[in-house]
């Protein structure tokens, strides 16, 4: 009886979300080719997402559940999170077909068999990362934006130029840290730590001047981590326009699939609802020129 | 090993396991940019090094020292060889790089380089200090008998007579925690130290390639080869010495 209750409320819950993440979107039509039965996944009628854990907002929302920290990937709740589900919708898999795994950004694109069907979580592509693993087509564009703490001299940059003089941080292995050294080129040699928090904690410590992170992430930073810091600006896109991708492994056909699925979702303009909805106010920081 | 290599080269992930781990033209392209950053471990090791030497033989010195009166002493020391060897050294490091400068204290530097060399020389002073503790206690009792009969003080048999015979006898295992603290520097890359570990990941992530770990292994051997011949040498020539000494060929 108490079984059947708690599945009748996660129905009710997962309809309620389904009805508020979706907004103003039609009823989905299949995509021809794509039937369920015919994807290939990890376990048959069940869609396994990889994310990495913490999942913090924006890209994630919700309270936090066991394994997740910060946030929950199973809310519905957050960019990342919402377009998951879209995609998932659009494939047509039910909210309770949708199985959500915890996967090191690291353990993603290691050789081997994978454990999911695709994995979420701030994943730039680039054409080297794409002879390891395929990526999807992009879901969204992203800016890297610099992060200091209030009422210190990094905070006054108005250019690129103006970041030299500071010593910067960035968890190593992303764009962010990447665009440090590629774009910023800073006279003092960048720090590269193993997570966000660690950049976060050595940036508090006054160990650095300022942390890079993606514009989205630079909200939980100011809003969660340091109170006392603020976007000191957008940081120009030099190159090609970085964008995210849903990664999966080498050769996974079920790409194809979530591709046509993103391309609906661009095209009925879900994607820009949900960018509106969850990424709106964090997008208004000043560009550095 | 035949047998490996076959294992290993027919194994179905092998041409997938080839393509992210040998690389041959990133490894030509990546090896400056990682030899640059493994400059970094290198002075790490120097420094550290040169103070480890003398601090774990101090240590050593005080836990030997006799008698009631310095019980206190003696007992710090063990105290403190206990903990610094039995806390990992990542932990310490961690503790310290992001801890000491989270205190705030105007004087207190922040410097992640500084505290990765304090992190390392108190874990390493613990397990070098042993190695001392066992060359001195391998010193026949009857040299610093034969010592103090001849009017040397206690200080000046441990200076003159006891400490030159049992660093001659320690140099090999010496040698070996050297070796260890050298492969150890890679830790100071959790505080965000961009050395030869760090700039691996980085360049790994950044294009989803392994092949930069070969390079970075390439360096450490490089460097610990040369190290472990010389000890060798080092280990015959004293052995030659005491020999020939000895009146034995």
Redesign the interface.
Known sequence: MRKALLVAFAAMLALVAATTASGDQTTTAAIPGCAIDSLNLQEEGTLTIGADNPAFPPWFGGTPRSPWKVSDPRSGQGYESAVAYAIARQLGFARGDIEWTYVP??RS????RKPFDFFITQVSY?P??D???DFSKAYYFLKQAVVGLRGRPITRARTVADLRPYRL?AQ???TS??YITRFIRPSS??????TND??V??L?????DGIVVDTPTTYYVTTVQIPNSRVVGQLPTRGARERLGLVFE?GNALRTCVNRAIDRLWRNRTINALQRRWLAKVERARELK | VAAVVLLVTRAS?WE??K??FFDWERYRESFPEIADAFWINVKIFLIAEAIILFTALGLAVLRGLPGPVFLPIRLLAIAYADFFRGVPTILVILMLG?GM??L?ISWVP???MFWAIVALVLVYTAYVSEVYRAGIESVHPSQDAAARSLGLTRAQSLRHVVIPQAVRRVVPPLLNDFIGLQKDTALV??????EAL?QT??N???????TYYLVAATLFVALTIPLARATDWLVARERRQRLAAAGVR
């Open positions: 950004f690291a694109y290691r050789p081997g680039s080297e990362r002879r390891a693993v941080g190593f292995g992303t840290y990447n040699s960048p720090r590269a730590y193993d660690l950049a904690q050595a508090k410590n006054g160990q650095i080498r | 992930g997938e396991f393509a992210y992001t400068p989270a705030g922040i410097s992640e890359s959790v505080l965000g130290v961009v760090r990941q980085i790994e992530a950044a294009e989803f390639n392994g």
